[in-house]
């Protein structure tokens, strides 16, 4: 993690940790979590982004993105920090991943039959889930929903391997 840092803080000029809002839901499991840095902010504070309608799949980000930060990205190396989260105990290794508050948004308005369904998650967000292993993007919200519900209620670290 020192040396993901200091390249990051070479390449960026920035903190190479920030901090984000995310949760299950708009209501549970919201926390803060820490992300490696993988794209530059503006200095107004706000990241250059075009806010996507697709939670799943933004592939505005990728001209945003460097080499190393999509390397970053592709090999789950920009996860790592949050495993101060785990050791604190407001994550866990597999679980829900835990969606930024603007994506939760989208999801409750345009998905809310979906959206209840997170809403009755009882496990606490995870690094890692079936989806991030599993799941397909171009399937879609459900196979998320679906894949997440699977583990919420046969979780098992066997259905990860």
Known sequence: MILISFALFIQFKQSPIFIQERGITLNRFRYKILKFRTIKKESSNK??????????YKPELTSKLTKFTNWL??????????LLNVFAGKMSLIGPRPLMLSDLEIMQQKHPELYEIRESFERIPGISGLW??????????????????????????????
Request: aromatic fraction near 6%; avoid cysteine.
């Open 73 to 82: 990205r592709k090999t789950g190396l920009d996860e790592l920090p949050q």
């Open 132 to 161: 991030q292993i599993y799941g397909e993007r171009n399937k879609g919200i459900e196979n998320l929903i679906l894949l997440e519900t699977k583990y919420e209620k046969h979780g098992s670290l066997m259905l990860v391997i």
């Open 47 to 56: 990241f250059i982004v075009k806010k996507s309608t697709n939670i799943l």
